[in-house]
């Protein structure tokens, strides 16, 4: 038993402790069993898009990212999963906090949403890590 924890460690330390980016094309729609505020979900004149991703890795696994959009709930990513909203035109804070046992707390960023542009951010923990939210070009 304990060679097989031994093992387990090795692999888990060799892949290293921080997740991956996910192109938005290789990354799976959130479920709509997941989308709580299916409002943001539609596409309407006066508004951006904005897709948030959840890294892929072993890291943060157990648990599903919950993100919000000015602090209201909107949806809750496994790993490797987006999310498409699109908010109105203008300043809002969109922010992401693990679920259940797994660390990290609440990360938030000021985002400008402007009509016909698209803005993309991820959501993972790095190699020492921390969780957190960034834009990304991936």
């Given at each position: ?17 921080s ?38 890795g ?11 959009l000015?602090?209201?709930?909107i ?12 908010p109105t035109?203008?300043?809002h804070?969109i ?24 803005i ?6 790095g190699?020492?890590?921390?969780f ?7």
């Amino acid at each position: 038993m304990s060679k097989k924890l031994v093992v387990l460690a090795c692999i888990i330390v060799m892949s290293g402790c921080s997740t991956n980016p996910v192109s938005t094309t290789e990354a799976k729609s959130v479920p709509d069993s997941r989308v709580f505020n299916k409002n943001f979900a539609i596409k309407k004149s006066g508004t951006g898009e904005v897709i948030i991703k959840r890294d892929s890795g072993i890291l943060g696994s157990p648990c599903d990212t919950k993100v919000y959009l000015d602090g209201m709930d909107i949806a809750d990513l496994s790993t490797s999963e987006k999310l498409v909203i699109y908010p109105t035109i203008g300043e809002h804070i969109i922010s992401a906090k693990p679920n259940g046992i797994c660390v990290g707390g609440l990360v938030e960023a000021s985002i400008n949403v402007i009509e016909n542009k698209t803005i993309i951010y991820r959501v993972g923990y790095g190699s020492g890590g921390d969780f957190g939210m960034h834009p990304t070009a991936f």
